[in-house]
């Protein structure tokens, strides 16, 4: 997948988990759960959702995985 293709994934995935993206910009930058976007809960629910539209177990993605940056993400789904 490329960049710009990972971001409206990532999106759908957003909206699917019931965030309101209303006036926020997503960048390479912005940190999901650090920025408020996503609780603990709605980052469980966001990854399932994102394992769900790739058709895989994101094997980088685990019960410890706390990395919810941007950047991070489109690095580990550019695989997929």
Do not use: P, Q, W
């Not at 759908?12 to 920025?35: A, Q, R």
């Not at 976007?37 to 790739?54: G, N, P, R, Y």
């Amino acid at each position: 997948m490329i960049e710009k293709e990972i971001i409206e994934l990532i999106k759908d995935c957003l909206k699917k988990t019931e965030v309101n993206l209303d006036g926020i910009l997503l960048d390479n930058n912005t940190d999901l759960l650090e920025e408020g976007i996503l609780d603990s809960l709605d980052a469980m629910t966001f990854l399932f959702h994102i394992e769900k539209k790739v058709g895989k177990k994101i094997t980088e993605i685990d019960d410890e995985f706390e990395d919810f940056r941007i950047s991070s993400l489109l690095s580990i789904l550019s695989k997929y």
